[in-house]
């Protein structure tokens, strides 16, 4: 079975959206949503990058960050499934629900369900490169990894 997911208000999965409310901590600010980081990023260090950090809404965030007439940092395309895997490990970890929704997933695949984006969903045609999608299962990978070590105490054996 495949998660799809894509609206922040769709039960149960919404929360996979980086639309979704589950704001954060990340390198000593407060986003209120991983669109607003993600988009921020693109613009690390100058005055957009805070106007997007303090945009009243996600949507109003992704438009802030596309917009065309403000140059991308330089490394924009070497850094940016880094940044999306920064704001997501760490929403999930913010949040103890959506950690338990995010692990409830098993081992699924989990699909962004959207046609007009190739690289974070599914894409057009289906067989995008569904990057998001592949986040989140790292994320969860990553989550599942450290809960079992923190359960089992390190899951190190005593020296003999």
């Given at each position: 079975m495949t998660i799809h997911f894509y609206a922040a208000d769709e039960v149960p999965y919404g929360c996979f959206s980086n639309f979704s409310d589950h704001g954060f901590d990340l390198d000593g600010a407060w986003w209120p949503t991983s669109?607003?980081?993600?988009?921020?990023?693109?613009?690390?260090?100058?005055?957009?990058?805070?106007?997007?950090?303090?945009?009243?809404?996600?949507?109003?965030?992704?438009?802030?960050?596309?917009?065309?007439?403000?140059?991308?940092?330089?490394?924009?395309?070497?850094?940016k499934d880094d940044v999306m895997r920064r704001a997501v490990v760490t929403k999930f970890r913010a949040h103890a629900?959506?950690?338990?929704?995010?692990?409830?997933?098993?081992?699924?695949?989990?699909?962004?369900?959207?046609?007009?984006?190739?690289?974070?969903g599914r894409g057009r045609t289906g067989n995008g490169k569904n990057m998001l999608g592949r986040i989140l299962v790292r994320t969860?990978?990553?989550?599942?990894?450290?809960?079992?070590?923190a359960l089992h105490g390190g899951s190190r054996r005593p020296r003999r």
């Open positions: 669109e607003h980081y993600f988009q921020a990023q693109k613009f690390k260090g100058n005055r957009h990058a805070d106007l997007i950090r303090r945009a009243r809404t996600p949507l109003r965030a992704a438009e802030l960050g596309r917009d065309s007439s403000k140059p991308l940092r330089r490394d924009w395309e070497r850094v629900d959506i950690r338990d929704t995010l692990l409830s997933t098993g081992e699924e695949k989990i699909v962004e369900d959207t046609t007009t984006d190739h690289y974070w969860r990978n990553q989550l599942h990894a450290e809960l079992t070590a």
